[in-house]
């Protein structure tokens, strides 16, 4: 007992040796915060793979400017108040910037966190307004914002010629915010709203609902929430045997609703996204693309996956430009000086308030096989 | 009005998975007192056995889909059963002397304990039972469209709940069992097994509830994790709602939460279905503490 003990002691000695022994040649430490549990953690899984992947290409190529990365992962759960508790933890882990997350509530959780620390924050999947409206200097975001796609999403609904039109989302800050902001847009251009509620998330039946939906006879469906329920929900609307067409938001954008709806339900869906690796022919998403099969053996899931991936592309890029290790002059970088960097998901430059700027969203339309194809 | 009836079938048909499900919180509380909150996570696991079986054994191509349904429901109720056997004599049986609150802090407990496990063996992502495999048709009854599976699920909550109830009532081993909740040491004085009563009640509530599990899976597709902690919630506000410990009470108070909730959700507000469920419950414990049926304590199981 005593001798293990002994072993015990020496080793913890050796790795806290090791520890200091990395501390001092030159690294910068990025945090990682994304939902590896919860109902997201197909979402959360493929950022950290993306991430991992490329942090091992920078050290691999000799780290940025001869700086080494040290990616340090936590699991947000997709749930706030584990986030809360992630975001502290990381916090204490020396980062010079962290990137996540996925869910607009789960960010906003770790926001304020993020802020105290002087820890320069660029989230991925967030794109509720609020989020850079609170004027946080040291708050960006890969992807687009809500207005922007509620935007979309009135042009798209006029486009295909809907006059009465139904909204469900779910009473997250993500889903009721676009919810609220295409409602508005919607009714300020004389469309008929006939029915805004929202459903209650990870629920099995929503045959209630449909029910309730279905007898204000909408022309289309436009679902702001997630896949898991955009999928329940398109299975018994055909179970149903009713046939209205269906628009999602940008987080149905994931493979796993084909999954869930079963090919023969989900043909037809139509949602917005902003455009995947796959649509994009700069080199830069090509090369991505075969990398990643050649790690992982198949297509990254989803768009907000690979919009981690750009985040720390452009934070890498900013450690290489400036040299510099500390979030705020960092931020100040992207903030001012990077200008149509060519990311993974097309150009990225930022405004002041962190918000990523452009025209990003796109439509996709699920075909026969469950593929999603870009619409022209 | 035919909204009506179909909201009415809406919820009846997620009333009676909840119903299953309350059953095994009334039959644990009836002996012992103890709200066993690992058993929405037993649902969960009926579930994911559901699926490891039928997709290892490849059931449905070989003996057809009824046949399979049925050997599926058979098999993951016994596999469940025994492993509620094994969380009574593990978590709770060595607590059975001790202060109440110890066994509720270990109910807890294992309730975490099964779900990051089914999360360890399965991966944390959802996972879909193969399209398919029931018929997928529609009944039209009085005007209702009713899709067939419905009337099966709902028929088949119904059938275990009757067996149950006669099972309780008219056997010798249900006798046994009412005489374990209504006391535990008069009981023992009569020459019942109390061990091998409470091991049984750990047996039959579990097996329902893998058995609600296996339904949801079948029917809805999408299983994930931690599942079982909404419908362990509401099965849970059920069987308060029907009066905790009282059998008869878990089937009524599952189906009325059911209908309460799809009638709130069609005629006052979907967003807010859920509160509205839930201040009925605490309307009906203001006016009734025990319970719908929870008068009736000295027939309680």
């Known amino acids: 007992m005593k001798q293990r003990i ?30 590896l549990t919860g109902s997201w953690a197909s979402e959360g899984q493929d950022m950290k793979q993306i991430v991992e992947m490329l942090v091992a290409q920078s050290n691999e190529a000799g780290g940025i400017n001869g700086i080494q990365v040290d990616l340090v992962v936590e699991d947000d759960g997709g749930d706030p108040r584990q ?8 916090t204490t882990k020396d980062i010079a ?18 802020a105290e620390s002087d820890i320069l924050q660029v989230a991925t999947g967030s794109t509720a307004i609020r989020l850079t409206e609170k004027g946080l200097p040291l708050f960006m975001r890969t992807c687009p914002r809500d207005d922007e796609q509620g935007m979309v999403a009135a042009k798209t609904l006029d486009k295909l010629g809907f006059k009465k039109i139904a909204i469900l989302h779910d009473n997250t800050s993500y889903a009721k915010g676009l919810a609220d902001e295409a409602k508005a847009l919607l ?53 149903m045997g009713w046939n209205v067409p269906m ?94 960097f060519s990311g993974l998901t097309g150009k990225i430059s930022f405004n002041d308030k962190g918000d990523r700027v452009g025209d990003l969203y796109r439509v996709y339309k699920v075909d026969a096989a469950g593929k999603f194809i870009l619409q022209p | 009005m035919e909204q009506f009836f179909q909201q009415l079938t809406n919820g009846l048909a997620v009333g009676g998975i909840y119903a299953l499900i309350a059953l095994g919180y009334t039959m644990v509380y009836g002996v012992l007192k103890l709200i066993n909150f690992a058993h929405g996570d037993l649902f969960s696991i009926g579930a994911y056995l559901g699926l490891t079986l039928l997709l290892s054994m490849g059931l449905f191509d070989k003996i057809g889909a009824l046949a399979s349904v049925l050997l599926l429901v058979v ?102 069992i009412r005489a374990v909740a209504i006391d535990q040491g008069a009981a023992r004085l009569m020459g019942i097994n109390v061990d091998r009563v409470i091991m049984l009640v750990f047996c039959i509530g579990p097996a329902l509830g ?38 008869p009470g878990a089937m009524l108070g599952g189906l009325l939460l059911g209908v309460i909730e799809a009638m709130g959700a069609a005629y006052i507000s979907i967003a807010w279905k859920d509160a509205l469920s839930f201040g009925v419950l605490i309307l009906i414990l203001i006016a009734r503490p025990t319970g719908l049926l929870g008068e009736r304590v000295a027939e309680k199981v």
């Open chain 1, 97 to 114: 910037a962290v990137i996540g997350t996925y869910g607009s509530s789960v960010t906003e959780a770790s926001q304020n966190i993020y």
């Open chain 2, 75 to 176: 098999m993951v109720m016994v596999l469940v059963a025994i492993i509620g056997a094994l969380l009574e004599r593990v978590a709770y049986k060595p607590l059975r002397q001790s202060h109440r609150l110890t066994a509720v802090v270990s109910a807890l407990g294992a309730s975490i304990f099964f779900q990051n496990a089914i999360m360890a063996i399965y991966g944390p992502g959802l996972l879909v039972y193969p399209h398919d495999l029931l018929p997928r048709i529609a009944v039209n009854i009085f005007g209702v469209d009713i899709p067939l599976m419905r009337i099966v699920m709902f028929l088949a909550s119904v059938v275990l709940m009757a067996a149950l109830y006669f099972f309780i009532q008219k056997t010798k081993i249900g006798t046994a």
């Open chain 1, 83 to 90: 986030a809360a508790l992630a975001a502290t933890r990381l």
């Open chain 1, 187 to 239: 009714k300020s251009e004389g469309k008929e709203i006939v029915f805004f509620d929202a459903l209650t998330p990870g629920e099995r039946d929503y045959n209630a609902i449909l029910t309730k939906l279905k007898s204000s006879v909408p022309d289309v469906l436009f679902f702001t929430g997630y896949y898991p329920e955009a999928g329940m929900i398109l299975r018994q609307k055909m179970d």
């Open chain 2, 210 to 247: 893998g058995s609600a599990g296996l339904m949801v899976g079948l029917y809805y597709g999408q299983i994930n994790f931690n599942m079982g902690w909404m419908y362990g919630l509401k099965a849970f506000t059920a069987a308060i709602l029907g009066g905790i410990g009282n059998i």
């Open chain 1, 247 to 340: 628009l999602g938001g940008d987080a149905t954008n994931n493979p796993d609703l084909v999954k869930i709806a079963g090919e023969k339900a989900a043909e037809g869906y139509m949602f917005l996204s902003p455009p995947v690796p796959g649509d994009l022919n700069t080199p830069e998403a090509k090369k991505f693309l075969t990398d990643y099969k050649a790690a992982y053996g198949k297509a990254p899931g989803s768009v907000w996956a690979v919009l981690a991936g750009d985040a720390y592309r452009v934070i890498a890029e900013a450690v290489a430009q400036t040299g510099a290790t500390k979030s705020d002059k960092l931020a100040a970088y992207l903030k001012h000086d990077l200008k149509d």
């Open chain 1, 6 to 35: 002994c072993t015990l002691v020496c080793l913890s000695v050796m790795v806290c040796m090791l520890g200091m022994g990395t501390g001092w040649a030159k690294t910068v430490r990025i945090g990682l915060m994304c939902p």
